[in-house]
Nanobody, 124 residues
Framework: QVQLVESGGGLVQAGGSLRLSCAAS????????MGWFRQAPGKEREFVAA????????NYAGSVKGRFTISRDNAKNTVSLQLNSLKPEDTALYYC?????????????????WGQGTQVTVTS
């Protein structure tokens, strides 16, 4: 069991940037697949990005590809999500997720550890 805590969310104008961080504790994440999901009010939880245990493989949702970048630092037990060129439709509660394994996972049900979420609000 790994505990995850997200931070870095905030209120920004369209076109701005934010960097979200996820700090893990309880376990080292070196052997965990890490992912980011988001959920807007009234909508289903949506896959955003995922990264393999070594960082050698990543996957992005089409809506964020080219704008968001997921990265990890196993030595620091953290995973980050750089959000650039933000749009109002990016507004959501962003969650960090983890699952033991070395393959990239894109379905929320495949993850078994979740953070509390950090709010990202983008104004027009």
């Amino acid at each position: 069991q790994v505990q995850l805590v997200e931070s870095g969310g905030g209120l920004v104008q369209a076109g701005g940037s934010l960097r979200l961080s996820c700090a893990a504790s309880g376990r080292t994440i070196s052997n965990y697949v890490m992912g980011w999901f988001r959920q807007a009010p009234g909508k289903e939880r949506e896959f955003v990005a995922a990264i393999s245990w070594s960082g050698g493989s990543t996957n992005y949702a089409g809506s964020v590809k080219g704008r968001f970048t997921i990265s990890r630092d196993n030595a620091k037990n953290t995973v980050s999500l750089q959000l650039n060129s933000l749009k109002p439709e990016d507004t959501a509660l962003y969650y960090c997720a983890a699952r033991q394994g070395r393959m990239v996972l894109t379905r929320s049900r495949e993850y078994d550890s979740w953070g509390q979420g950090t709010q990202v609000t983008v104004t027009s």
